[in-house]
C-alpha cells in the first residue's frame, strides 16, 4: 500500500513538471529532504513537487526541471541542461512573502495625531523614513526588523492579506516610476480587499515582500475588481523576481537540501 501511494504521489509530480525521453544527459541532480514531525500527506507531497518543478523553471530558467523520486522524507529534483552552483540551488527553497498591513500608527489627513509620520522615498526601490516618539529615526530599507516592530506593531498586529490570499497568476510591468506587479487576490481575498478599501479611504496600506516594506499606497476608493498594482520596484529584474516568487506559491512544509550531485 505504501509504495502504490508512493506510485501515486511520483505520478502527480511528473504530470506538474513534466517529462522528456530527449532532455539532455548532464544535469544536476538534487536530493531534498522533508523535515517534518508528522507523515507528510499526498496533497503537501504534490505541493512540494510542484513548488521546486515551477521554481525550477522561475528562478533558474530551466524548462525540464523534474521529480525523478520521492520517499517519505525526501524528493530528488532533477535540473537537466546544466550544473547549477549551489548558492542558485539554495534559491529553490527560500522562503518568499507577501504580507499587507494597515499602518493604523501612522498619521494621515484623518487621523493627525498618531505616533508616527512616514516620508515616501524620493526614487522608485528607495527608502521609506518614519520619524517617531523620542525623535526616533526609522529607515525601511535599513532597518526592516525594526519598521515591522515599531511602526507597524508586529506580531500583535497582523496582515490584513498574504500571498496565500493571492492567485498564481502575477505579472509584472512598467509603472510610471520603476516597475510594478500586477497581482489577482483569490475570491475570499478579494472580499477582504474590497471590504478593507471601502472601509479605510486615506490609510496606508503597506506591502511588505521578503520582510521588507516595497511600497505603502493611499486608500483612495474602494477596489471591487479583486486586483491591485504593487509599485516600488526599482528594476524589471526585482518585479520579475518577485511575481515569480509569488507565483510559485509556498512549501506547506520544511524543507532543506540535502545532497547536489552532477551527472
Known sequence: MRCIFIAALLGIALLVSGCSELEPKTGTRVTISIETAKPITRPQLAAVSRYLTL??????????????SVS?????LLLPGKNVPREDVNRLIEPYSIELYHLTNVVTDNNPLRAWKMKPPSTPGGSYLFSGPDA???DSRKEPAALLAEVVGVPQAKP???GRDIQPTSTFQ?????????????EPGAKTFHRFTKDNPGEYLAVFYNGRLISAPVIK???ADGQAHITGFGSEDQARAAAQGINAGTLPVKVKIAGIEYY
Open 55 to 68: 521554481r525550477g523553471g522561475l528562478l533558474l530558467g530551466l524548462s525540464g526541471a523534474r521529480i525523478s
Open 72 to 76: 517519505d522524507d525526501s524528493i530528488t
Open 136 to 138: 526616533t529615526l526609522v
Open 160 to 162: 490584513v492579506l498574504t
Open 174 to 186: 512598467r509603472a510610471q516610476e520603476g516597475w510594478s506587479v500586477v497581482v489577482q487576490f483569490t
Open 221 to 223: 476608493d474602494a477596489i
